[in-house]
């Protein structure tokens, strides 16, 4: 006998067990004592699982449980004549109705889900965070090296100090702006991923600025913020405006900017005025005396007429 033979005939699935595949009530009572009453539905297949190995499957008649069956693994050992249980499993068919995939919370997670008492860690190597200085390295005070590395800190303060428009407080704001005492600062990848972020909610393709008079960087309701991001960011201070006490870009935009034209108000038309309250009677033909019908001597109407 070949190699390949061999492997041909290990591989393929052994036949069912005749005593395994007959034990069908054996299989039915073990479902119905793991069931409920009654859900247990009736015999639709068996698999052989190896030799001497059977699996027999019930349609499941659980509300909820559309298109599941349950599976009873019956077995029996060489030459004897007993078949014995494995297990008794309830497992989802082709058609079955499953639950969505589960999920990580991490990713599941999205802006707005915490609440108060939620904790949200960060994974050690979080993209958006790097390492900052917290002076936990330093040397201590009665090291020969710290004493070192304080006149090197003092040359080099001294040599900056000397620039123009340079102090030791505003090195001192540039230790704080990097993250001093601080054990992670906000990396460059972090910064980017919030700025898209808001510049997608309150930027300059949004519907708001694009009918806005002015852009916010121009607008006196805008708040600086510290940072590298303030070049690009600030915070709304105008309780009106849609953005109030967010993060909006400077090229965003509103109707609530503080140099916004105001509209003028069209004129009202004056009211109209009665002089009296009396009708005037108007004659269709004027009176005798009012000098508007000249005077004729008698006769001259009788002449006219045999002219």
Same mark, same amino acid.
């Given at each position: ?42 015999? =639709? ?8 190995? =059977? ?16 599976? =009873? ?143 916010? =960087? ?90």
């Amino acid at each position: 006998m070949s190699a390949a033979t061999t492997r041909s005939r290990t591989a393929r699935t052994p036949a069912p067990d005749r005593l395994c595949a007959e034990a069908v009530d054996l299989a039915r009572a073990a479902a119905e004592e793991a069931a409920a009453p009654g859900v247990v539905g009736e015999h =639709v297949a068996l698999v052989s699982e190896g030799d001497r190995v =059977v699996t027999h499957y019930f349609e499941s008649k659980e509300p909820g449980y559309r298109g599941w069956r349950w599976a =009873v693994t019956v077995a029996r050992a060489s030459r004897a004549k007993n078949v014995t249980l494995d297990e008794t499993v309830l497992l989802p068919g082709s058609d079955a109705v499953l639950a969505p995939e589960w999920v990580p919370w991490s990713e599941r997670l999205r802006p707005g889900d915490m609440g108060p008492g939620d904790l949200l860690p960060t994974e050690a190597e979080d993209p958006r965070l790097e390492p900052g200085w917290t002076g936990e390295d330093e040397p201590l005070p009665n090291s020969a090296v710290s004493e070192e590395m304080a006149e090197i800190a003092d040359a080099e303060d001294a040599e900056l100090t000397t620039l123009p428009g340079t102090s030791r407080g505003s090195i001192t704001s540039v230790a704080e702006e990097l993250g001093a005492r601080r054990a992670r600062v906000l990396s460059r990848y972090g910064l980017g991923i919030a700025a898209d972020r808001w510049d997608e909610e309150f930027g300059a393709r949004t519907p708001m600025a694009q009918a806005a008079p002015a852009s916010c =960087v121009s607008c006196a309701f805008l708040v600086p913020i510290a940072g590298s991001l303030r070049q690009a960011f600030g915070v709304c201070a105008n309780e009106f405006a849609p953005a109030d006490g967010r993060v909006v870009s400077l090229s965003y935009g509103c109707g609530g900017h503080s140099e916004a034209a105001v509209m003028p108000q069209p004129p009202k038309p004056a009211p109209h005025a009665l002089d009296t309250m009396r009708v005037d009677d108007y004659p269709l033909r004027p009176a005798d005396d009012s000098g508007s019908v000249p005077s004729q001597p008698d006769g001259s109407t009788e002449d006219l007429g045999h002219s």
